[in-house]
């Protein structure tokens, strides 16, 4: 008995060597959008256990509202630690960077999504949905407080305001990042 549990441990110790292995299979997804189309358990699992595989910065929040932009937008503020509505930048569960894009559509008095629209980077997908669903379950429970328009593209959460802007230039603002 003492044998056959030795024999079937190591068929699984050299199931896993070679599995290891083979993360650099050529059958795994070559591009970015390949890889977008997968699941995202099975790739960030894939992508951590890989020694080859190398973390990618996020994207630049002021980078991504400037190519996002639309003719209405006035101009563009990045979030700091020293301006943050919601003192979450670069805080332990926090976005990575934030900026916010002023829409000649809206008013505001507050630096904020009520702005026109807000860019938000987080350290990863998981991360920017959460917060996207956060959001919008206080929006539904407390509809006094507004609505927002979300887009995610990966790491990047775009809420747009939607009391102030219209629907057809949430779309516009939305095709733009996931374009």
């Known amino acids: 008995m003492y044998r056959n549990t030795s024999t079937v441990v190591g068929v699984l110790a050299g199931s896993l060597l ?11 997804p070559s591009s970015p959008a390949a890889s977008s189309a997968t699941s995202s358990a099975p790739s960030t699992t894939a992508a951590s256990t890989s020694p080859a595989a190398t973390p990618t910065a996020p994207p630049v929040a002021a980078e991504v509202a400037d190519s996002i932009k639309q003719p ?7 979030i700091t630690e020293d301006n943050d509505p ?14 916010v894009i002023y829409d000649s559509n809206a008013t505001c008095t507050d630096i904020g999504v009520d702005c026109g629209a807000t860019v938000e980077v987080w350290p990863d997908e ?14 539904k429970a407390s509809p006094i407080l507004g609505s927002e328009f979300h ?12 009391k102030q802007l219209k629907p057809s230039l949430a779309k516009k603002y939305a095709a733009a990042l996931t374009g």
């Open 126 to 139: 998981a991360s920017a949905k959460t917060r996207s669903e956060y959001i919008l379950s206080i929006l």
């Open 72 to 78: 209405s937008a006035t101009k563009i503020v990045a």
């Open 18 to 28: 070679l599995s290891a292995c083979g993360s650099g299979d050529s059958s795994a």
């Open 151 to 162: 887009t995610l593209d990966g790491p990047v959460l775009l809420r747009v305001d939607g």
């Open 86 to 99: 919601n003192n979450l930048i670069g805080r332990p569960n926090g976005y990575v960077s934030a900026a």
